[in-house]
């Protein structure tokens, strides 16, 4: 009884450990799909606006933009158009 207890214990520590991991990864993911339909909305795609902010100098993380191409669009196209104008 106490040995498969002890087992079941030790099986959970590790599904919860890989699964802390595993919801970094899921979220991430999501914000990254989340800009890409924000950003082809406004004529671009995901690897292209990375690439024009990453020049523009501007840091804002992925939850943020995947947060604004979600709640406010009209402050994410002009997030589009900065990475748009350091790409020409």
């Keep these: 009884m106490y040995k498969s207890v002890r087992e ?3 099986r959970a520590g ?6 802390r991991r595993r919801k970094k990864r899921d979220f ?3 914000w990254n799909i989340r800009i890409n339909a924000g950003a082809r909305m406004c004529g671009l795609n995901y690897s292209r606006l990375m690439g ?3 020049k523009a100098d501007v840091e804002i993380n992925r939850k ?4 604004m191409a979600l709640e406010d ?3 994410f196209a002009q997030v589009v158009e ?3 104008e350091a790409m020409a």
């Design 14 to 19: 590790a599904f919860a450990w890989r699964d």
């Design 64 to 67: 943020m933009l995947a947060q």
């Design 73 to 75: 669009p009209q402050g």
């Design 82 to 84: 900065i990475a748009r």
């Design 28 to 30: 991430r993911r999501l």
């Design 52 to 54: 024009g902010l990453k």
């Design 8 to 10: 079941t214990v030790i």
